[in-house]
């Protein structure tokens, strides 16, 4: 190494006066800054190159031409759009008529033990005066075979399927419950008259009908009738409900003194509802 430059090492070479003379911590301090500024710049610098590349560029706008021949894009092929069914749903109409298959539990005799269960059909049709109080009235038919009395024991009469029928005609208010436009609960009380045909089949082999007859049944007669319960109904569409109709059937038919002739038994439909369109 030449001479100038020991000379300037020699020169620019601290000594112990530097560092009594508190040069030293002056320049730890200014490290320390240009550290800390140095780790800002680097992070700043890196987020900005980040929101940069997460923002995407701003689209040129379309021509004049363009824009005019620019349509809304249409929905591909299997594309679901979902929608609701149900959203029109209302209680405002001011008709509805049901059908349904209807089962029914009765005794054709005050003295048979066994029960007869009978299908058919049921057909009603409600009149609202306001939103929840209307008129029902219902129309039932009832069909099948009962059992008779031990007593028919070898007499002609003695089968296991003798068929019997009960016809129902009955009216009365009903009311709107608990609703939303999934389900609705409806309750009736309606009242009117029966019609029991027992002894049409066993009149085929003589006069010996009616409760004190060989068969045990009663005499083919109008009652009186009735159906206590109501309707559950689960809305499918606003015009079209599936319902079900549980009740508890009342009939009358006129047996003997000894036996009580008042009759309460399980009956049940299942059908569909249509609100006819007109409101109130």
Same mark, same amino acid.
């Given at each position: ?6 000379c300037?090492?020699?020169?620019f070479?601290? *000594? ?9 911590? &002056?320049?730890?301090? %200014? ?12 992070? %700043?610098?890196?987020? #900005? ?15 004049? =031409? =363009?824009a ?6 249409q ?6 759009i979902? /929608? ?13 008529? /049901?059908? *349904? &298959?209807?089962?029914?539990?009765i ?17 009603? *049709? ?11 009235? /219902? ?6 075979t ?19 029928? #009960?016809?129902?005609?009955? %009216? ?21 008259g029966?019609?029991g045909?027992?002894?049409k ?27 206590? *319960?109501?309707h559950?109904?689960?809305?499918? /569409? ?9 009740d508890?059937?009342l ?22 509802v ?7």
């Amino acid at each position: 190494m030449n001479v100038p430059c020991l000379c300037l090492l020699t020169l620019f070479r601290p *000594g112990q006066a530097i560092y009594h003379s508190g040069v030293n911590r &002056l320049l730890n301090r %200014a490290n320390s800054f240009l550290i800390v500024a140095a780790l800002a710049a680097v992070f %700043a610098a890196a987020s #900005q190159a980040q929101s940069s590349s997460s923002t995407p560029a701003p689209a040129p706008a379309p021509a004049p =031409e =363009e824009a005019a021949q620019t349509k809304p894009a249409q929905p591909a092929n299997g594309t679901y759009i979902s /929608s609701d069914p149900l959203a029109n749903v209302r209680y405002d109409n001011k008709w509805d008529a /049901s059908v *349904g &298959l209807a089962s029914g539990h009765i005794h054709a005799g005050p003295n048979i033990r066994e029960g007869a269960d009978l299908g058919g059909l049921d057909l009603s *049709g409600s009149y609202w005066l306001t939103k929840r109080l209307g008129i029902e009235g /219902s129309g039932r038919a009832y069909l099948g075979t009962s059992g008779t009395t031990p007593a028919a024991a070898g007499a002609p009469y003695n089968e296991s399927g003798v068929f019997v029928s #009960q016809y129902m005609f009955l %009216a009365g208010p009903e009311y709107l419950g608990p609703h939303n436009k999934h389900a609705a609960v409806v309750l009736h009380a309606l009242v009117g008259g029966a019609y029991g045909d027992f002894n049409k089949e066993l009149g085929r082999g003589g006069s010996t009908t009616g409760p004190t007859g060989v068969a045990g049944f009663y005499d083919n007669q109008v009652s009186l009738g009735g159906a206590l *319960g109501g309707h559950i109904d689960l809305n499918r /569409s606003p015009s079209w409900v599936f319902r079900i109709t549980p009740d508890a059937l009342l009939t009358g038919y006129d047996g003997t003194k000894l036996y009580p002739h008042t009759q309460w038994n399980f009956g049940i439909s299942v059908g569909v509802v249509y609100k006819f369109k007109k409101k109130r």
